[in-house]
């Protein structure tokens, strides 16, 4: 291993971030929060992290694992294939269609338990939060949900247009009917009052797992993380194998010279309930947090990475600027949020966003994609992001990083 006191090259560091996606790929695919591979991750990291002379620390939690199955409607004689609905548990229901497109059709609803609601439109035009889901709750889809869960369906399906495609509406174990997302493709061919059956297999199980960090722990610090887990359909290699590569590369490749810093590898960003995260929360003290810099989906081949800030300063804005000019696999980007360093900027901390450049819906589809292979990662454009912390983080610019 690399000394953390001596600094490595550009082409070292993309060697080391290419062999760690490939041991990610090798040894734990497909890693939700609570599974096996899941805890093969984190023992890899953790692994890494102590060879590299890096202190570590382990939070654990437990979480419910989804392990999915087939799943179909039944409809005019046929069994037409579907998504497996995430942590939908196994269902064989029947019930007659009703369509619903606005939350006064809803509310006005007065038919029976054990319809087969199809939610469109207005309904079904973004997913929905999960209960437990502990950031972000939106009144009026716990609105739409107690509805849903006062008129007793025999399960709910979420009809949605081509850019919805792929992504599920319903992520909850806690929802008090069975639930899928379809295409409006198969949505538009259902009759009000036909018969239609939901059938799903799958499994919920309740596993153990952990959050790992590693650096300083304590003090006035600053924050890099990435996610280790992944959704449990995909191979999490996009999303979130490269951040966690360049963590692993910048544990390993002159550490100490950045000063106080936290590695942080979240562990629940792709889970309805962000157990590692929660965990993690629970054991610090965020006014010590003085920067957060998130990777999350950087890498994807063809494409820059792209750099935003949230709650930071025009200085803060400005260093930033100087120095993806510095590293060509980079680009500034717009601002995001869906990942774990919302959390740092809706409370005021000055956080630094890294992902892949491009549209993010295109590239939300391609990170949570069944085929998101090695193929689909450049571990030179992550390792021109690992020289962007390098420099953004390195103890001569420590004191106006955050400023």
């Given amino acids: 291993m690399v000394s953390t006191h001596a600094a490595a090259s550009a082409s070292e560091i993309a060697s080391r971030i290419e062999a760690h996606l490939g041991a990610l790929a090798d040894r734990a695919p497909r890693r939700p929060p609570g599974s096996a591979a899941n805890r093969a991750a984190t023992q890899y990291v953790e692994g890494v992290l102590r060879a590299a002379g890096v202190p570590t620390e382990a939070l654990p939690f437990t979480a419910h694992s989804w392990q999915p199955g087939a799943a179909w409607l039944e409809l005019d004689g046929r069994a037409i294939p579907i ?3 995430p942590f ?14 606005a939350p006064g059709e809803l509310n006005a609803f007065a038919a029976g338990p054990g319809a087969v609601i199809l939610l469109r439109d207005e309904l079904a035009v973004a997913p929905y939060f999960p209960k437990a889901f502990p950031f972000v709750s939106f009144p009026e889809q716990v609105e739409v949900i107690a509805a849903l869960e006062a008129v ?6 979420a009809v949605v247009d081509a850019a919805r495609a792929g992504e599920p509406t319903f992520e909850d174990p806690d929802l008090a009917f069975p639930y899928a997302t379809i295409p409006a493709s ?26 790992l960090s590693g650096g300083t722990l304590t003090g006035r610090r600053a924050i890099v993380c990435a996610h280790v887990d992944s959704k449990a359909t995909t191979p999490g290699l996009l999303d979130n194998g490269g951040g966690v590569a360049v963590l692993l590369a910048l544990a390993e490749s002159g550490f100490a010279e950045l000063g106080p810093t936290e590695l942080v590898f979240f562990n629940g960003e792709d889970h309805y309930a962000a157990p590692g995260e929660q965990t993690w929360l629970a054991a610090r003290d965020l006014a010590e947090i003085e920067l957060v810099v998130n990777i999350d989906g950087a890498g994807l081949a063809g494409h820059r990475a792209a750099a935003s800030t949230l709650a930071g300063s025009s200085a803060l804005e400005e260093r930033v600027a100087q120095i993806v000019a510095r590293c060509p696999g980079l680009e500034i980007g717009p601002p995001w949020f869906e990942s774990d360093h919302a959390v740092f900027a809706m409370r005021g901390i000055p956080t630094v966003a890294i992902t892949s450049a491009g549209d993010v819906e295109v590239l939300k589809r391609l990170a949570h994609a069944a085929d998101e292979t090695l193929a689909r990662v450049d571990p030179r454009v992550l390792a021109d992001v690992a020289r962007f912390v390098q420099l953004l983080l390195g103890q001569p610019a420590r004191a106006t990083r955050s400023a």
């Fill in 83 to 85: 998504e497996p609905p």
């Fill in 88 to 101: 939908c548990g196994s269902a064989t229901v029947r019930g007659p269609a009703v369509p619903l497109a």
């Fill in 152 to 157: 007793a369906p025999a399960a709910v399906l």
């Fill in 186 to 211: 198969l949505g538009d061919s259902i009759a009000p009052g036909a018969e239609v059956g939901l059938r799903v297999e799958a499994s919920i199980e309740e596993g153990e797992g952990v959050n």
